[in-house]
């Protein structure tokens, strides 16, 4: 059974940075792309980055600049480095595991909340 839970999130203020972690337990982590996702309040979840098994990562457009995903594949992590934090990056940030790579079913995290306000 995979699991993945977010930790990190908080309160900061605009301009400021935070750094987000997802840890997995089970399946095959360093074969599976990883991803971060947020929801704002009244908004759908959307997708913010991608980090493949090879280490090739993309940002969406939003944060491109500001957003850094990584990974330690020898301790099942996954970072979402968030830099020059604004207003409307205030979500519930998700960490999803792409199971259906490796056949397995796709794993969500909880979320965690990042609230920028000054």
């Known amino acids: 059974q995979v699991q993945v839970v977010e930790s990190g999130g908080g309160l900061v203020q605009p301009g400021g940075s935070l750094t987000l972690s997802c840890a997995a337990s089970g399946g095959f982590f360093a074969a599976v792309p990883m991803n971060w996702y947020r929801q704002a309040p009244g908004h759908q979840r959307e997708w913010v980055a991608i980090i493949e098994s090879n280490g090739r990562t993309n940002v969406a457009g939003s944060v491109k600049g500001r957003f850094t995903i990584s990974r330690d594949n020898a301790k099942k992590m996954v970072y979402l480095q968030m830099n020059s934090l604004k207003s409307e990056d205030t979500a519930v940030y998700y960490c999803?595991?792409?199971?259906?790579?490796?056949?397995?079913?796709?794993?969500w995290g909880q979320g965690t909340q990042v609230t920028v306000s000054s």
């Open positions: 999803h595991y792409s199971g259906t790579y490796v056949g397995q079913s796709d794993v």
